[in-house]
């Protein structure tokens, strides 16, 4: 079993950053894949990065490519994102997910707001 919470959302002016945290609780944090995904209103969730259990090898969204950035620290049980040059698109929910066995994201997070003004 796994528990995600996740923090640091916000309002933020665009071309700024804001960096989210995504704190588990569970033993096997550290064996799992992590995931960032979002959901705008009226959209469906969208995936936007990932990151093994070691930590590299980190995919992403091209819509996020080179302005998004996942880490992760696993001797603090924590999944990070951040978010540089944001933009009013970039506006949902952000939601950390653990994928323990490398074919499903099992466990998320409540989700953490983040709005980008112009």
């Known amino acids: 079993q796994l528990q995600l919470v996740e923090s640091g959302g916000g309002l933020v002016q665009a071309g700024g950053s804001l960096s989210l945290s995504c704190a588990a609780s569970?033993?096997?944090?550290?064996?799992?894949?992590m995931g960032w995904f979002r959901q705008a209103p009226g959209k469906e969730r969208e995936f936007v990065a990932r990151?093994?259990?070691?930590?590299?090898?980190?995919s992403y969204a091209d819509s996020v490519k080179g302005r998004f950035r996942i880490s992760r620290d696993n001797a603090k049980n924590t999944v990070y994102l951040q978010m540089n040059s944001l933009n009013p698109e970039d506006t949902a929910v952000y939601y950390c997910?653990?994928?323990?066995?490398?074919?499903?994201?099992?466990?998320w997070g409540q989700g953490t707001q983040v709005t980008v003004s112009s």
């Open positions: 569970g033993r096997t944090f550290s064996n799992s894949a």
């Open positions: 990151i093994n259990w070691s930590g590299s090898s980190p």
């Open positions: 997910a653990a994928d323990p066995t490398g074919r499903k994201y099992t466990y």
